[in-house]
């Protein structure tokens, strides 16, 4: 661990001790033929929307767009900007269902994959999201990667994606964070990480708070894993209160270094600035209040501040 450690944002990097309060999934800009109709491009409503994140007490958003589903390098270091919300943007590649078959995604070698991450966290996210022919790099850099996995599998192009993806996250020193459908195949994604040389401390599993099941959390972070319950507001999945008991029983057992939190509004509709429900600001305007209520300041700060600086922070000499 380096002595000041510090984390990629889009607008440069960071002391790790800054981020603050850090919603660990979201979107800020997103278009996935996985869901047509609700994609969402337009800067100004999420610059709207940031405003609302940042009234509601949350300093920092972790944008875990990947390759190709709309990412908009400038306009996402623009409106932090203008916003003032650090943004830490992904690099990776989503599971299969988010890319058509004739996507360039399904059809490159392990090299081309590997190389189009690890240029978004060294040299600057591609301009045009890897869609023109043509590099065009922008200043604002990748600084976490992200693969996807099946509901209870890892297709084969998920598999080889994945593995490029721990590749560039040994290489780089960014974290990874991985999709997991309904909170399934977590020890799956762990084997392949480790197997690639990344341990287990280096990923986060995303959603698995679809599958609240405090034994099998509990398995995963022992193994070293971070977990991001990030279906906060989400009430057709579930009450947010089985998600405050799920959080507390993880903290009682003594798991609050292995949890962070976001609320993932990957859909238009799920939009404020766009009319929608419940909104990014929904962690910090609603969930936050309540889980202070049940488990104190100084735990919600450990999965709030200290487990996503910790984990967010580059590892070695990362250029
Ligand atoms: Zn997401």
Same mark, same amino acid.
């Given at each position: ?26 979107? &800020?800009? %997103? =278009?996935?033929?996985?869901?047509? +109709?609700?994609?969402?491009? $337009?800067?100004?409503?999420? #610059? !709207? ?124 020193? &960014?974290? %990874? =964070?991985?999709?997991?459908?309904? +909170?399934?195949?977590?020890? $799956?994604?762990?084997?392949? #990480? !480790? ?125």
């Amino acid at each position: 661990m380096n002595a000041h450690p510090l984390v990629r944002t889009v607008t440069g990097d960071l002391p790790a001790a800054q981020l603050g309060r850090t919603d660990a999934h979201e979107h &800020v800009f %997103l =278009a996935s033929p996985q869901l047509a +109709g609700e994609e969402f491009q $337009d800067p100004s409503k999420a #610059a !709207e929307e940031l405003h609302l994140v940042r009234a509601s007490g949350i300093d920092a958003v972790v944008d875990l767009t990947t390759i190709g589903l709309g990412r908009r390098p400038a306009d996402l270091a623009a409106v932090s900007a203008a916003t003032g919300v650090h943004v830490v943007a992904a690099t990776g590649y989503h599971r299969d269902a988010h890319y058509r078959g004739d996507h360039w995604v399904q059809r490159a070698t392990r090299e081309q994959l590997l190389r189009a991450v690890v240029a978004d966290v060294r040299d600057g996210m591609d301009a045009s999201d890897w869609t023109s022919p043509f590099r065009e790099t922008s200043p604002a850099r990748a600084g976490i990667i992200k693969a996807g996995a099946s509901y209870q599998r890892i297709s084969r192009g998920e598999r080889l994606r994945l593995e490029v993806c721990v590749e560039a996250a040994v290489t780089t020193g &960014v974290a %990874l =964070a991985v999709h997991t459908e309904v +909170g399934t195949a977590g020890p $799956d994604v762990l084997d392949v #990480a !480790e197997a690639g040389g990344l341990p287990a401390s280096r990923v986060l599993l995303a959603h698995l708070d679809r599958n609240p099941d405090v034994e099998a959390h509990a398995d995963l972070v022992q193994r070293g894993a971070v977990l991001v319950y990030d279906t906060v507001g989400r009430i057709k999945y579930r009450p947010d209160s089985v998600l405050l008991d799920l959080c507390e029983q993880m903290l009682e057992r003594g798991h609050g270094a292995s949890i962070v939190l976001g609320t993932d509004v990957g859909r238009r509709s799920m939009l404020r600035s766009h009319g929608g429900g419940p909104g990014m600001d929904v962690l910090g305007r609603e969930f936050l209040p309540r889980l202070r209520r049940r488990v104190g300041e100084h735990a919600v700060t450990r999965l709030l501040v200290d487990t996503p600086a910790r984990f967010l922070a580059l590892q070695g000499d990362a250029p």
